[in-house]
């Protein structure tokens, strides 16, 4: 079955640390990729996203995300986290019907 | 800027009544959707259009129809609420024009009470 996995539910992260958040996909080809962030409050806004072409993909507020075709990943990086960071954050992939197939999500706190 | 409203953040409701929730996009795109939002299971398509009158259920349509009669505007209509209907409703829209890059687009969501 094609499917988004985020295993990680909830992470905390100490402002300035680094921060890796895991997706995983399964799908019988290479999907279209993307990452989502909603801040409390607010619907959701696209963070970056993944066609083909070079494997390190940029997005908005600092955030890059590396897909992995042998892993079956796209876990989404930032180098330095800020308080604002703070919110859930949803992979998502898009396998042809138009609508998207989101993850469970990841509940980011980020302690002072 | 893409925009996307739905009429109302929040509403509550009794067991059996007919809600309506609309959603309206400034943008011209053919495709809209309806997702529900559920803690632990993320978002759940619920119906989507891609074009006027044109529908396709999506992952859990039951208790649920839609409506689009102009380009702009999707609705989603809860014949009779029940309360495993208590939800977050997101509304998002998307161009058809460029096939699947095109970014899909979100409202800020209805939180809907059903008591």
């Known amino acids: 079955a094609q499917s988004v996995t985020q295993p990680d539910i909830h992470i905390t992260v100490s402002e300035g640390a680094s921060l890796e958040l895991r997706c995983n996909y399964s799908y019988g080809a290479t999907p279209y990729l993307f990452w989502y962030v909603q801040s409390p409050g607010q619907g959701l806004q696209l963070l970056l996203k993944?066609?083909?072409?070079?494997?390190l993909v940029q997005g908005i507020k600092g955030f890059e995300a590396e897909f992995k075709r042998s892993q079956s990943s796209f876990n989404l990086r930032k180098p330095s986290v800020h308080w604002s960071d703070a919110a859930e954050y949803f992979c998502?992939?898009?396998?042809?019907?138009?609508?998207?197939?989101f993850g469970s999500g990841t509940r980011l706190q980020v302690q002072p | 800027d893409v925009k996307v409203t739905q009429s109302s953040r929040y509403l509550v409701k009794r067991t059996g009544e007919k809600v309506f929730l609309e959603c309206v996009q400034d943008?011209?795109?053919?495709?809209m959707f309806w997702y529900r939002q559920d803690p632990g299971l993320g978002l759940r398509l619920i119906y989507f259009?891609?074009?006027?009158?044109?529908?396709e259920k999506g992952d859990i349509p039951e208790g649920y129809s839609v409506s689009r009669e102009k380009k702009e505007r999707f609705s989603l209509i809860l014949e009779s609420a029940s309360t495993n209907q208590t939800s977050m409703y997101l509304c998002?829209?998307?161009?058809?024009?460029?096939?699947?890059?095109?970014?899909?687009?979100f409202g800020p969501g209805t939180r809907l009470l059903v008591l």
């Open positions: 993944y066609f083909s072409g070079d494997t």
């Open positions: 943008m011209d795109h053919e495709n």
């Open positions: 998002a829209s998307r161009s058809g024009t460029s096939g699947f890059q095109e970014t899909q687009y």
């Open positions: 998502a992939f898009d396998t042809g019907r138009r609508a998207l197939t």
């Open positions: 259009s891609y074009d006027v009158k044109m529908k």
